[in-house]
């Protein structure tokens, strides 16, 4: 379905409508991967374009269920500033209800066969002529669809710029990388520090497990330099030197932190549109009126994102540690790894009121509370924004790829936490949790994380660096849609 929006400044000129410009963005079906283009359509539709986020069907009947709402309803336009967002969806090719999607093989080699031409097809029966395809990582053939369609394209890189670089240069052999024959090569790459093995995305190493995410990944840079942009979620402030290297082989366009607006601005014209999300689990929003029965600062935060299931042995001393702490604390446990919480656990912490354990919890407000005084996080690239944007300190415990430069980022770079070792020990999340609360470093750390706040609010506010690079695109964008508008 494709639902006409006009301008409505326009609709009593002459008794004519005018089309907005249309972007239509392409979101890989993940939550790390949605989150961020749907943050980027809104700062775009707040500055007058009309904006359709599509992925695919069975992505449409989790959000629709995890938002309580219709597949029909996400399609209606919804006002944000000065522009609309409304989702539109297209098949993987995979049965509904086939568990075969949670293969990433399978349903990659799906989505490449079935994306194309359905996509292709939800392009072209637009009512407002679309200007513009954005897309994500993991669906590198959108590019290809829009060149097809002649379409100008842009890429929103979700992770950092420093990533960005290390797969970059891996992807087009221009510098050493650890391997079977030198283990142990220190990678020196323009703009970053000298990475050791041990600090370089996961899958970048011979010994990774999973060799498929390393060939799904550095694909991606195959076709990139046939987008007309390329965004990425991190400001200049964070990562000026990273984002500048980099620019003389690719240049990359800062427009994060991609957060939604605090809820005080919710219903602002300039940006709004916070109650749009795009979560493929129900959030648990009574979390929130827990946290407002706690004391500010008190409260520890515990959250692995989407993807990642820690061990047994992980989360029974991750359970422990936590009673241990002395401190609320609210975990989120996804329903997949409920069955690794210790016996018994779930029930003593529901006695004692010591804490919350939650599904899937709304985390940019659950960060932004006051009651909350740290962030135990596996460092995800959103929830890294996220924490640097709400001004949380944090205990980093990062499983994999990304995670672990984002955790090295966090403690030495930004100086706003400290590294939980693993395998996690109660103790040693006793202390970690200590060091970030109590004492001398925690007050260091809290007035770091306060500056970062303050240098991520900067970006995307009116003017910012971050909110400069969005305007330029919705300029170009509306400069060439506007013989389409006329
Ligand atoms: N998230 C959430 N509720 C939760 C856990 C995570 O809303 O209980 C969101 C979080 O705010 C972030 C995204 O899910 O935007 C996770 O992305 P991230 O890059 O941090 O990790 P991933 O899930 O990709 O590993």
Redesign the pocket.
């Known amino acids: 379905m494709a639902i006409a929006v006009t301008g409505t400044e326009d609709t009593s000129a002459g008794g004519r409508d005018t089309a907005m410009p249309h972007v239509v963005m392409v979101s890989f079906p993940?939550?790390?991967?949605l989150?961020?283009l749907l943050r980027l359509a809104k700062r775009v539709a707040a500055k007058g374009l009309l904006v359709t986020l599509c992925s695919t069907d069975d992505t449409a009947r989790r959000i629709a269920a995890a938002a309580s709402t219709s597949v029909g309803a996400l399609a209606e336009p919804t006002r944000v500033g000065r522009g609309f967002i409304r989702f539109e969806f297209f098949s993987d090719g995979i049965a509904p209800d086939d568990p075969v999607r949670s293969d990433l093989d399978f349903l990659m080699a799906s989505l490449r066969s079935a994306g194309p031409p359905a996509l292709a097809a939800l392009v072209r029966r637009q009512v407002v002529p679309v200007a513009c395809i954005v897309n994500n990582p993991f669906v590198p053939w959108v590019l290809d669809v829009a060149a097809d369609l002649g379409l100008p394209s842009g890429v929103l890189w979700?992770q950092s710029a420093a990533v960005f670089s290390i797969y970059y240069h891996c992807r087009h052999a221009l510098a050493a990388f650890p391997s079977e024959d030198d283990p142990d090569a220190i990678v020196q790459l323009p703009g970053l520090p000298p990475l050791r093995p041990e600090d370089l995305p996961t899958f970048l190493l011979w010994t990774s497990p999973y060799q498929i995410l390393k060939s799904v990944i550095l694909e991606q840079f195959g076709n990139l330099s046939n987008a007309s942009w390329v965004f990425a979620n991190t400001f200049d402030e964070l990562e000026h030197e990273a984002i500048e290297a980099i620019s003389h082989r690719q240049v990359i366009i800062p427009v994060g932190p991609l957060v939604d607006p605090p809820p005080e601005e919710g219903g602002s014209k300039e940006i709004g549109g916070g109650e749009i999300k795009a979560?493929l689990?129900k959030?648990a929003d009574e979390s929130i009126q827990w946290l407002a029965r706690h004391p500010p600062r008190s409260v520890v935060y515990v959250?692995?994102?989407?993807?990642?299931v820690l061990t047994e042995e992980e989360m029974e001393e991750m359970a422990w540690g936590l009673k241990q702490t002395g401190r609320p604390f609210l975990w989120?446990v996804?329903s997949d790894a409920r069955e690794r919480l210790p016996a018994g656990f779930a029930e003593e912490v529901a006695a004692e009121g010591i804490g919350m354990l939650?599904?899937?919890?709304?985390?940019?407000r659950?960060?932004e509370h006051e009651a909350v005084a740290c962030f135990l996080?596996?460092?995800?690239?959103?929830?890294?924004t996220?924490a640097l944007t709400a001004g949380v300190p944090v205990v980093a415990y990062p499983q994999w790829g990304d995670?672990v430069p984002d955790a090295k980022m966090l403690e030495e770079a930004c100086g706003v936490g400290v590294r939980l070792p693993a395998p996690a020990t109660r103790a040693e999340l006793q202390r970690c949790v200590k060091a970030v609360t109590e004492g001398e470093m925690a007050e260091t750390i809290r007035r770091r994380a306060s500056e970062w706040k303050e240098a991520a609010a900067k970006a995307v506010s009116e003017g910012g660096s971050s909110d400069r690079h969005i305007q330029a695109f919705v300029d170009e964008v509306t400069k060439r849609a506007a013989p389409a508008a006329n």
């Open positions: 993940g939550q790390g991967h989150n961020p979700v979560d689990f959030a959250s692995v994102g989407s993807v990642v989120v996804r939650v599904e899937w919890s709304p985390q940019e659950v960060l996080t596996h460092c995800g690239w959103n929830s890294t996220e995670q």
